[in-house]
């Protein structure tokens, strides 16, 4: 490794740029094959389909680079989601039955972060786990029914399906601010050094004093507490709690985060990264629909888009 | 460099309070007319957002659409949600992307699918529901097989095979749904007359009637009958009794085609059959009739049919 530092430069750019490049490239490709694709109007309604999957995988980035996974994050989502609307439902305030979902999610994330460093549990396993208690937890919360009839709360409403400037979707807003915010953690603080020293070696991290168990806990808080703000988005977009919200998000997320040439190894990766896988799979869903691609094709190449860029990751 | 940083983050700040400042629900292109719908009178484009493919039933659903559109010249864009409320949202405006002129939904959820509506609406694509309706927004026709009438079919039918107090299990569908509700309501219109010993719910899925059915058999010795919401919960049960060597009439609702042929092989006894061709085709003509500038009926019911052989 170290002596091909004077080599390294062009190919780790270009590691850096792979996934940039891949979503130019759909994007062009995409364009050809159908002009609509590219207007303004459907970009800002791709960045508003893709915002509840990026907020999730924000999280996520910072679970994957501590070398866990965070298989919880759908459950979570509906959870809280349903926690927040019955609240709004029982006539609380919205930006009350909004801060509680969030401060719920980030319990549940807590819950997942003691499982695994009190607990010794492997993320897996404990995530595998409050997967399904927290689904459950909800069905049994929502009686199985959508929650419905949220009120008329014009914030809430906003949430999911308002726009800032009259053109950016609001939810698109959110993931913008929560970017900026978890970049400058990840990259410009002590707290981003050291997820990124944990995910590279937990025991020399632990030696070298940094406190691991509470830097775990306090991760898997924040990938919970942003899949419920993902959920609120997802309520407000729906207007209504689904018991079956955020099915299967978690895989998106996670494939968005290796899209995003995160190891899932923990150490390495960046959120800009993920960010652009995030997009890459909107791209995709988006695109593929407009090109009238069969739904069932369209999974063929979702997964062919994924094993392709993790074989690319491997070469490098 | 302190400073530049100091710098951005109060650029970052005001930026920040000047957009919660200018938030609003009126997006752009909202309120005016259909921006870039292809609407040349003569080739109409037909938008369909199934809920899920991975079910017979919304499969030949489909294909009622894309034959009856075949025969009238009409092109069909066609997206599968995959059961999830929150893709379809996306799915239908995809298809508003596309630029469809008429949309036929089969939402995933009654609720959920309200906001998509609503933004059809306010581009002034007509909307057809298929199945289930819409909570919200302006829906032109809701084509739905007559749910009540079919659950009460099936209780009749077991009365009339076993007699009155029949003990009975009840396979519930996805809890809350129209069509569970529905079913569920129709079969207990005559309850009175049945023993109804057991009632939940197996999603809709074959893997999971199996799965419910066998501990119901564990827990109850004596079962008659089975009313299933669906053929694929319907059969999942049989093959539960099949194994327990237990004899058990079995009948579900739908009528497809694995369904038909069990019913045909001696293995179930009934089911209430939709026509989700028929639903489909009704659809296309609905289509057709608000391009031709008629307004067709607000609800219009697919016709049922019990099978027994």
Do not use: W
Request: hydrophobic share 50%; aromatic share 6%.
């Amino acid at each position: 490794m170290q002596a091909t530092k004077t080599k390294n430069s062009l190919p780790s750019v270009l590691k850096n740029l792979g996934p940039l490049v891949g979503l130019i490239v759909l994007v062009v490709f995409i364009s050809i094959l159908n002009p609509r694709f590219i207007q303004s109007q459907n970009i800002l309604n791709l960045l508003r389909q893709v915002s509840i999957n990026a907020l999730i995988a924000f999280g996520m980035t910072f679970v994957i680079l501590t070398g866990g996974i965070d298989l919880s994050v759908g459950a979570t989502l509906a959870l809280s989601s349903a926690l927040s609307a019955g609240l709004m439902v029982s006539g609380v305030p919205a930006i009350v039955a909004i801060l509680a979902g969030i401060a719920l999610g980030a319990l549940l994330g807590a819950v997942n972060g003691l499982l695994i460093t009190v607990g010794k549990m492997a993320p897996f396993i404990a995530t595998l786990a409050t997967m399904t208690l927290f689904r459950g937890l909800t069905l049994v919360y929502t009686d199985g029914n959508p929650i419905t009839g949220l009120g008329d709360s014009v914030l809430f409403q906003m949430m999911g399906r308002g726009y800032v400037f009259g053109f950016i979707p609001f939810p698109v807003f959110i993931v913008l601010i929560t970017f900026v915010g978890l970049f400058v953690l990840l990259h410009k603080t002590p707290f981003g050094r050291k997820t990124y020293a944990i995910g590279g070696n937990e025991k020399a991290s632990f030696i070298s004093g940094i406190k691991v168990d509470r830097m775990k806990l306090i991760i898997y808080s924040l990938s919970g507490a942003l899949s419920a703000l993902a959920g609120i988005i997802l309520s407000s977009r729906l207007n209504s709690a689904q018991p079956n919200a955020g099915n299967a998000f978690e895989l998106d997320a996670i494939a968005a985060v290796v899209l995003g040439g995160t190891s899932l190894t923990g150490g390495k990766g960046k959120i800009l990264g993920t960010l652009i896988g995030v997009l890459i799979i909107g791209v995709l869903n988006n695109g593929l629909n407009l090109l009238g691609v069969s739904s069932f094709y369209q999974q063929v190449v979702k997964g062919v888009v994924i094993l392709i860029a993790v074989l690319l990751d491997r070469k490098n | 460099m302190k400073q530049l940083k100091k710098l951005a983050s109060v650029f970052f700040l005001g930026f920040l309070f000047i957009s919660l400042a200018a938030c609003s629900l009126e997006g752009p292109g909202q309120g005016g007319t259909n921006s870039g719908s292809g609407s040349d009178s003569d080739s109409l484009t037909i938008g369909l957002s199934v809920s899920t493919l991975n079910n017979p039933f919304f499969v030949a659903l489909r294909d009622g659409v894309i034959a009856e559109a075949e025969a009238n010249g009409i092109n069909v864009e066609i997206v599968d949600a995959q059961d999830d409320a929150a893709k379809q949202v996306n799915d239908v405006e995809d298809l508003l992307t596309a630029g469809v002129d008429i949309l036929i939904i089969n939402p995933t959820d009654s609720a959920a699918i309200a906001t998509a509506v609503e933004s059809a609406n306010a581009q002034g694509v007509p909307v057809i529901t298929l199945d289930r309706s819409s909570d919200g927004g302006d829906v032109v026709t809701f084509i739905a097989s007559d749910n009540v009438a079919g659950g009460e079919q099936a209780a009749q039918f077991i009365i009339d095979q076993l007699g009155e107090n029949a003990t009975v299990v009840e396979l519930q569908g996805i809890p809350g749904a129209s069509a569970t509700r529905e079913r569920g309501q129709g079969f207990n219109n005559l309850a009175a007359s049945l023993n109804i010993v057991a009632s939940q719910s197996a999603n809709f899925d074959r893997g999971e009637g199996l799965n419910v059915m066998e501990n119901i058999l564990q827990a109850q010795p004596d079962v008659a009958a089975v009313f299933a919401h669906n053929d694929e919960m319907a059969l999942g049960a049989l093959e539960a009794i099949n194994a327990s060597g237990r004899d058990i009439m079995v009948i579900g609702f739908d009528g497809n085609d694995d369904a038909l042929a069990s019913i045909s092989n001696g293995g179930m006894a009934a089911t209430v059959a939709q026509q989700p061709d028929v639903m489909g085709q009704l659809a296309v003509q609905t289509a057709l009739q608000i391009h031709n500038g008629e307004t067709p009926q607000a609800q219009i019911s697919a016709p049922l049919r019990l099978v027994t052989e």
